[in-house]
C-alpha cells in the first residue's frame, strides 16, 4: 500500500468513526508506536540514502495530514457528547411549569383589604399606629390607670428596653385612637388595622400574633345610635344585606356605655364580633379634646377572627401554618 493510500484510509476511518473510543483505536492503529506509519518509518533505514530524505519527508506529511484528520473528529465527537451530557443533565420544566399557579393575598390580608375600602367607602380614612408602645398609649390614655383589674386581662408581653417607662408589644389597636386624637382635630372618622400581642398560647381559637382593626369618630352630637348604625352598615357591607347586628351592654374602661356586638348567622345564631362604645370623656380630655363639646364612639374587633368566620375555618392556626395547599383555596 502506498502512502497516498494509506493517508486515505486513515482519514476516511477518521471521519466515520462513530465515538471517541473507535477514534482512539484508530489513532493507535495508524498513528500509534506499533502503527502504520511507525513501520513505514522503520523500513526508510532500507532506502537508498538519495530517496530516503524525500520519503521521510512525505511520511512526515501524511502524518501531519492523518493527525489533522483525527484531531477534527475529535473536536466533532466531543462537541456531540458535551451536547449530549446537558440534554441528558438538563431538567426538565415544562412540567413544573404547566403546574404554575398564580400566587394570591393571604386571606387575612385580603379581609383587612376589604374592611378598609368598605370604611373609605363609609368616608374613613385608613391610620396607623406603631407595634411598640408605650404604657401610656396602651393603658393610662384610655383610661386604664395602673392599678386598674382590666390591665391583667390584656395579657401584655412586655419589651426589656430598659426605659423608665413600661414598654410592651400593643395588645390592642386602641392606642392609634390615642395616637390620632393627639394629632388631629376634631372631626375625626378613622379605622386603624393593624398586628396585636398578647401571651395567649396558640390554640384553636388564640394567636398570640393577630390582627385587629380600630374605629374611632369623634364629631358634634354622637351617640351610641350612630355607634349601632355605622356597625350595621358595615357588617352588611361586609357579610350580606341579610347579616343582622345587635350590641349588648359590656364593660370597657375606654368607653361609656360599652357594648359587645354581635353578627346573625344564617342558622339564627349570634356570633360575637367585636367590642365598642362612646368614648370615655377621660379620654378625649387625655388627648387634649374638650368632652363638652365633642363626642364619639369607637369599635374594635379581630380580623383574623373575621377571616375563620367568614371562611369557616375549624382552627385559627392554619391562618399562619403557612400550608400552601391550605391558602391557595381562599
Ligand atoms: N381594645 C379592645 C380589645 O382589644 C376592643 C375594643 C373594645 C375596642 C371597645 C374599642 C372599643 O375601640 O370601644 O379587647
Given at each position: 500500500m502506498?502512502?497516498?493510500?494509506?493517508?486515505?484510509?486513515?482519514?476516511?476511518?477518521?471521519?466515520?468513526?462513530?465515538?471517541?473510543?473507535?477514534?482512539?483505536?484508530?489513532?493507535?492503529?495508524?498513528?500509534?508506536?506499533?502503527?502504520?506509519f511507525?513501520?513505514r518509518?522503520?523500513?526508510?533505514?532500507?532506502?537508498?540514502?538519495?530517496?530516503?530524505?524525500?520519503?521521510?519527508?512525505?511520511?512526515?506529511?501524511?502524518?501531519?495530514?492523518?493527525s489533522a484528520?483525527?484531531?477534527?473528529?475529535?473536536?466533532?465527537?466531543?462537541?456531540?457528547?458535551?451536547?449530549?451530557?446537558l440534554?441528558?443533565?438538563?431538567?426538565?420544566?415544562?412540567?413544573?411549569?404547566?403546574?404554575?399557579?398564580?400566587?394570591?393575598?393571604?386571606?387575612?390580608?385580603?379581609?383587612?383589604?376589604?374592611?378598609?375600602?368598605?370604611?373609605?367607602g363609609?368616608?374613613?380614612?385608613?391610620?396607623?399606629?406603631p407595634?411598640?408602645?408605650?404604657?401610656?398609649?396602651?393603658?393610662?390614655?384610655?383610661?386604664?390607670?395602673?392599678w386598674?383589674?382590666?390591665?391583667?386581662?390584656?395579657?401584655?408581653?412586655?419589651?426589656?428596653?430598659?426605659?423608665?417607662?413600661?414598654?410592651?408589644?400593643?395588645?390592642?389597636?386602641s392606642?392609634?385612637?390615642?395616637?390620632?386624637?393627639?394629632?388631629?382635630?376634631?372631626?375625626?372618622?378613622?379605622?386603624?388595622?393593624?398586628?396585636?400581642?398578647?401571651?395567649?398560647?396558640?390554640?384553636a381559637?388564640h394567636?398570640?400574633?393577630?390582627?385587629?382593626?380600630?374605629?374611632?369618630?369623634?364629631?358634634?352630637?354622637?351617640?351610641?345610635?350612630?355607634?349601632a348604625?355605622?356597625?350595621?352598615?358595615?357588617?352588611?357591607?361586609?357579610?350580606?344585606?341579610?347579616?343582622?347586628?345587635?350590641?349588648?351592654p359590656?364593660?370597657?374602661?375606654?368607653?361609656?356605655?360599652?357594648?359587645?356586638?354581635?353578627i346573625?348567622?344564617?342558622?339564627?345564631?349570634?356570633?360575637?364580633?367585636?367590642?365598642?362604645g362612646?368614648?370615655?370623656?377621660?379620654?378625649?380630655?387625655?388627648?387634649?379634646?374638650?368632652?363638652?363639646?365633642?363626642?364619639?364612639?369607637?369599635?374594635?374587633?379581630?380580623?383574623?377572627?373575621l377571616a375563620?368566620?367568614?371562611?369557616q375555618?375549624?382552627?385559627i392556626?392554619?391562618?399562619?401554618?403557612?400550608?400552601v395547599?391550605?391558602?391557595?383555596?381562599?
Amino acid at each position: 500500500m502506498d502512502v497516498q493510500q494509506l493517508i486515505d484510509e486513515a482519514s476516511e476511518a477518521a471521519a466515520t468513526a462513530a465515538d471517541l473510543d473507535a477514534l482512539v483505536e484508530i489513532d493507535r492503529r495508524f498513528l500509534g508506536k506499533k502503527g502504520e506509519f511507525a513501520a513505514r518509518k522503520k523500513q526508510l533505514g532500507a532506502l537508498d540514502p538519495s530517496e530516503r530524505k524525500a520519503a521521510g519527508q512525505a511520511l512526515n506529511d501524511a502524518i501531519g495530514t492523518v493527525s489533522a484528520a483525527v484531531e477534527a473528529r475529535r473536536g466533532v465527537l466531543a462537541a456531540d457528547a458535551e451536547a449530549l451530557r446537558l440534554a441528558d443533565e438538563r431538567l426538565d420544566l415544562t412540567e413544573s411549569l404547566t403546574e404554575l399557579q398564580r400566587g394570591h393575598l393571604h386571606l387575612v390580608t385580603q379581609a383587612r383589604d376589604r374592611l378598609e375600602d368598605v370604611f373609605v367607602g363609609m368616608g374613613f380614612t385608613v391610620a396607623e399606629g406603631p407595634e411598640v408602645e408605650s404604657a401610656w398609649y396602651n393603658f393610662e390614655a384610655l383610661n386604664i390607670p395602673e392599678w386598674h383589674p382590666a390591665r391583667g386581662s390584656f395579657d401584655t408581653i412586655f419589651v426589656d428596653l430598659g426605659e423608665p417607662e413600661e414598654v410592651m408589644l400593643r395588645s390592642h389597636t386602641s392606642p392609634v385612637q390615642i395616637r390620632t386624637m393627639e394629632n388631629t382635630e376634631p372631626p375625626i372618622y378613622i379605622v386603624a388595622p393593624g398586628r396585636t400581642f398578647r401571651t395567649d398560647t396558640a390554640d384553636a381559637t388564640h394567636l398570640p400574633a393577630f390582627n385587629q382593626i380600630e374605629g374611632l369618630v369623634v364629631d358634634r352630637g354622637i351617640g351610641l345610635g350612630d355607634l349601632a348604625g355605622t356597625i350595621d352598615s358595615f357588617v352588611k357591607a361586609f357579610f350580606g344585606r341579610e347579616v343582622k347586628t345587635r350590641l349588648r351592654p359590656s364593660y370597657f374602661p375606654f368607653t361609656e356605655p360599652s357594648a359587645e356586638f354581635d353578627i346573625s348567622t344564617p342558622a339564627g345564631d349570634w356570633l360575637e364580633l367585636g367590642g365598642c362604645g362612646v368614648v370615655h370623656p377621660n379620654v378625649l380630655a387625655n388627648c387634649g379634646i374638650d368632652p363638652e363639646e365633642w363626642s364619639g364612639f369607637a369599635f374594635g374587633f379581630g380580623i383574623d377572627r373575621l377571616a375563620v368566620m367568614r371562611y369557616q375555618l375549624d382552627d385559627i392556626r392554619e391562618l399562619v401554618n403557612n400550608d400552601v395547599r391550605f391558602l391557595r383555596q381562599f
